[in-house]
């Protein structure tokens, strides 16, 4: 439906309520009002200004994220999950800074901040990780009822990330060992979630650029979640080109990703990703799933279904 122009203008002043919540999450605002405290108490626990830190508090107030009651605030229910223990919340902090640049890498047609996971700031990469790993947490046990995990001796999951989906697919399937690949920079984190779930007799943590590396052999089961839309389409080609090769025969390949409908304007949300991708990489996007089925097909894969349910998932198996 076509908004109006008043809605347009709404939408582009949206910014201020982001901000608002983002500055509250990067100063940790949320801990520090905790239970209840005034405008000073906050203030000196996150070294603010009092008059500034009041205006924050406010305003956070007047969006529902807190609550003042004589002079005193508090937590929401809600605004109390905002707390610490959430590293995951600061990806979406960093996320602004990237998409400040969005007019210079429409002219350019790619990021100009620059690819950071893997980089020099592990304070950034724990951020993006962790914040997949609490998405992934909930999306998870879905993946596993649409895939189906029974019969499957082994998995790899490319650019795993926090090891949360094959994770999963082990707890379904008793008989499963799982790999998790990924960067160097990465395996810590993985190592440490594969080991707070116990299963590291069945599950591990690889070295490896799923942009180049060969990813071995004989596995009856590929996972290749959220991954395609940081990748071209020649990058994707040659991706899903060696998860083929990978595969045992009649192995499965799953991708779970944005799927757009041929105009590339519907999902919403994965139109919107393709903007993400274009700040954020040098050359991702999001796809259609004709495009899928041609990548598919140049790599030998066939009887390629695509899963009904909450997620956008194609399931394809080695001939």
Known sequence: MPRTFEDLMAGARSFMESRILLSAIE????????????REEVAAR????????GMLLDALTALGALEKREGRYACTEASRRLGPGRPGLMHT???WKVWSNLTESVRTGTTVAGERLGGQDPRWT??????????????????????????????LDVGGGPGTFALAFAQAEPGLRAEVLDIEAVLPIARRHIAEAGLGDRVIAR???????????????????????????????DLLRRCAQAL???????????????????????ALFAVNMLVGTRGGGTYTE?????????????????????EQVLVARKK
């Open 27 to 38: 100063l940790d605002v949320f801990s520090a009002v905790a239970g209840g405290a005034s």
């Open 46 to 53: 996150i070294e603010g200004a009092p008059r500034a830190t």
């Open 93 to 95: 902090v960093n996320l």
């Open 126 to 155: 724990e951020a993006f990780i962790e914040a997949m790993h609490n998405r992934a947490k909930v999306l998870a046990p879905a993946l596993v009822a649409q895939v189906g995990a029974a019969g499957a001796g082994r998995m």
């Open 207 to 237: 070295a490896g650029d799923l942009r180049c590396d060969p990813f071995g052999e004989g596995y009856d089961l590929i996972l290749v979640s959220a991954i395609c839309h940081m990748l071209d389409e020649a990058e994707n080609r």
């Open 248 to 270: 045992a025969p009649g192995g499965r390949l799953v991708i779970r990703d944005f799927i757009l409908d041929p105009d590339r304007t519907t999902p919403r949300d994965g």
């Open 290 to 310: 004709a495009e899928y089925l041609a990548w598919l097909g140049e790599a030998g894969l066939g009887e390629v279904t695509r899963l009904e349910g909450a």
